[in-house]
């Protein structure tokens, strides 16, 4: 099956510091999803980006797929955007989630 | 709206219980889905619904087993589960196979 690995898998940030996570996937996809996990185990939507860059205030999403990789960039990072971050990528009928980035920001 | 509401939130059984979580969207979408996620893990698919039959079962035990009574309901039935099942249950939803799936607030289940 499709192996979906993210890095890095632990970040610790200050806040107000900028990060880029990455998304690599093994095969050709239909689509990506970028998900925010809270300290509750909600998962919360971010992106759903086939290609190119799309942006949402200090959230921004790129995904170059002929190249089979997808990054999320969070700047001027707040407390409140620690959590797991995971990409998930869509083949045929389902959608297989990536490895997950912990991010702690710190004040 | 892209609510899927999960009910209960939380759930602890017996090995020896039956017990059902439920999960239900009114956004008219046709595929609906179940996750398992064990702590610090990413979620793991379970089964798929497509216009309300199974298309896919990830090898699943047979201890699970799921239900789709109509397009805006999916129970996911439980019985001599073991302590290992003990996880966060995930139900998602989309418009149809494969669109932007939308994730309900999860069963978070304990196996005694």
């Known amino acids: 099956g499709i192996q979906v690995e993210q890095s890095p898998p632990d970040l610790i940030l200050q806040e107000g510091a900028n990060s880029t996570l990455r998304c690599n996937f093994s095969d050709s996809v239909n689509n990506l999803q970028w998900f925010h996990q809270n300290p509750w185990g909600q998962l919360i939507n971010l992106f759903y980006?086939?290609?190119g860059t799309k942006q949402n205030g200090r959230l921004s999403a790129t995904t170059v797929a002929t190249e089979r990789y997808s990054l999320l960039y969070i700047s001027s990072s707040q407390t409140t955007d620690s959590g797991v971050y995971f990409c998930a990528v869509h083949t045929g009928n389902q959608f297989y989630f990536g490895t997950g980035t912990s991010l702690t920001v710190i004040p | 709206d892209t609510e899927v509401t999960q009910t209960p939130k939380h759930l602890v059984m017996g090995m020896t219980n039956k017990k059902s979580l439920k999960c239900e969207q009114h956004?008219?979408?046709?595929?609906m889905y179940w996750y398992k996620q064990k702590a610090k893990k990413p979620p793991e698919l379970m089964f798929v619904y497509s216009y309300e039959k199974l298309s896919i079962n990830e090898s699943v035990p047979s201890r699970f087993s799921p239900e789709c009574p109509n397009s805006s309901l999916l129970n996911l039935h439980l019985h001599a589960l073991q302590p290992e099942d003990s996880a966060l249950y995930l139900c998602a939803s989309s418009h149809v196979p494969g669109a932007e799936a939308f994730f309900g607030q999860g069963t978070r289940l304990t196996v005694v």
């Open positions: 956004m008219g979408h046709r595929a």
């Open positions: 980006i086939p290609s």
